[in-house]
């Protein structure tokens, strides 16, 4: 009897000690892993690696148009005196470009997701549908591109800015999409260049 209690008190402490470190494990939605509270601390928010800045930018369109340039994987919001606010952006990968005119037809904040038809082909084990939230791939807000599958929306990978990897969306992270968001209206002009 003594020796099963022992056995049964030391179970107990094995497991109060080791739940404090599991405890003090913080999770990180940029890697999608639980990490020590240190490495969190001294790494990057996840912020964009390209840093929001306003950039002179000589053109004809008119202020509150969005000129997107997929070879340099900047999205430009074009401002008055010849100026644009300059995003980083991630683009579509190979086989997944696209350029065109179209206007913003709608916005959104933490967007639901509905996986396209092709793309759960391709990945079947997307669900059909994913409630908007932090680990949405379409993030914090998303701007409608005209009647096409495409929008400007934030991600839960900011790493992947500056990258060709989405699936033709553009992507910013979450505070940079929250900005533009914030500065764009409905109707807005947007341009897609590659």
Known sequence: MKAAMAFGLSI???????????A?????????TWEEPSA??????GGSPIKKQIVDYS????????VVETGE?????????GKALQYGIGVGRDGFTWSGTHRITRKAEWPGWTPPA???????????????????????????IGSTLYRVHGTSEPWSIGQAVSSGCIRLTNDDVTDLYERV??????VVNH
Not at 12 to 22: H, K, R
Not at 40 to 45: D, G, P, Q
Not at 59 to 66: Q, R
């Open 40 to 45: 969190v601390v001294t790494r990057s928010r």
């Open 24 to 32: 003090a494990r913080v999770y990180n939605p940029d890697t999608n």
């Open 59 to 66: 053109t004809n369109y008119k202020p509150g148009t969005i």
């Open 118 to 144: 092709a793309m759960r082909k391709r990945v079947p084990d997307l669900p059909a549908y994913m409630p908007g939230g932090p680990e949405n791939p379409l993030g914090a807000r998303a701007l409608y």
């Open 185 to 190: 209206k409905v109707g807005a002009l947007i």
């Open 73 to 81: 994987r900047r999205l430009y919001l074009v401002m008055e005196d």
């Open 12 to 22: 107990i402490l094995a497991v109060g000690m080791a739940a404090p470190s599991q």
